[in-house]
Every structure is written in structure tokens, then in C-alpha cells.
């Protein structure tokens, strides 16, 4: 089971769709772990089984009704490639120490609608679909990195930025996107102001769109990379 250090305490939970068994539960073709940060930030470590494992548990989420578009329940040979590329080691969930300063991250966004998510992301964006289920989708995105959307009840309540792309140009991307029909965020605020939708922070240049959920995502072009 993962090991608590001062002051972080792992979460347990008995929902009809999440159960954990000292602090660890079963979701999807891997096992979590939850627990809270600073401002009371829900964060998880994330374990994605062997082959083996990863082909037992498909038999369980075809047999509990989860769906995958991609064929008969299956995950797609790609999901299981880039899982197997970015799994952590056994010992984040298996009882040694780690640091997560050696591990990738990803970011989970809420949305109440998943198929104007789907289609706005894999559609209209043009993210690769990695996995699906009832509760939430899985986008590819750079590198190992991912974009997980999962069902709400209550959406989106915070206005700031939830995600940002690391972009080498982002008035290209910016364009791009506009070609896509997504439409580029303009500010006038007393502290961040746009000139045709790009931003000056500082550090560097972004730019923001609005998904279906109202989730601010950015772009942002770092001066010193």
C-alpha cells in the first residue's frame, strides 16, 4: 500500500464505482491511490498493470459493462503501448519510497457532458482517444504525457486556467486553432491584458480557449525554455 510521510494521508472510498482496499482501488487496467494537497487539491499515484493483469482486468470491465470504442471492450494496442511506456514501478504502489519529483503527471479536467468533451478534444482538436469508459475519457497528448476528462455532477466551478500545452510558438498554435473553429480568449484585466489573444506574463507568452465545460485551458511559449 502506498506509505503516508508526515502529513499526507491517503483516502479511502466505498462508491458504487470506487472502492478502495487500504487506500488502493482497481480503475480501469491499473490501481490508485488519492490523496489531498495544499487547498485541498485531489492528486492520485496511478500503477498500470502488466500485460497479464491489464488482460484479467479487461475480462472484469467487459463483464461490469464498461465500453471502448475502439472494439469489443478492448483497449487499443496504442493505449496499452503508451501505459506500458509511462507506468510507474511496482514500488509506488507497492510499498517503498518514492519521489514524485521522478514521475510524469497528468491532468484530470470535469466536465458533465463527455461526448461534447470527446468531440470537442478528439473531433475538433484532434487528441488521440486512449481509452473510454462510462466515467471518462483518455486523451494522448505530447510525449507520455495525457488529458483525462471525467464525468461530473457540478462541471467546472473555478474561472483560472486548469491545463496548459508547452507550445514552441503559441501564435501559431494560436492560428491553428482558430482554423479548427476554437475560439482564442481576449482579456482586458487590470492584471493580464491580450493583444489579439496572446498574453505577455513575464516568463513567458500564452494564450487561452474555453472547452465545452468551460474548463480554461492554455498555450504557453516559455521566453527561456
Known sequence: MPRSKPGVVFEEYNLPSLKTVNSIATVGPGKGAWFKGGEGNLLSLAQFLQAREQEDTLVKCRRNGFSNPLGEGEWSDEFVRVYEESRLPTTVL??????????????VLL???LAAAKDFYADKIGL????ETEGGVTFQCGGDSQLVVTR??????????????????VRAEGSCLRRLGVQIEDYDLP?????DGIADIGFAWMA??????????GLIQLKNP
Request: with cysteine; glycine share 10%.
Open 152 to 169: 461530473s455532477s457540478v462541471g467546472t466551478k473555478d474561472e483560472q486556467t486548469q491545463a496548459a500545452f508547452r507550445v514552441a510558438d
Open 128 to 131: 488521440r482517444v486512449l481509452s
Open 111 to 113: 466536465a458533465m457532458d
Open 191 to 195: 492584471g493580464l491584458k491580450t493583444q
Open 94 to 107: 507497492g510499498g517503498g519510497d518514492t519521489l514524485l519529483s521522478n514521475y510524469p503527471i497528468d491532468v
Open 208 to 217: 487561452w480557449f474555453l472547452d465545452p465545460a468551460k474548463n480554461c485551458v
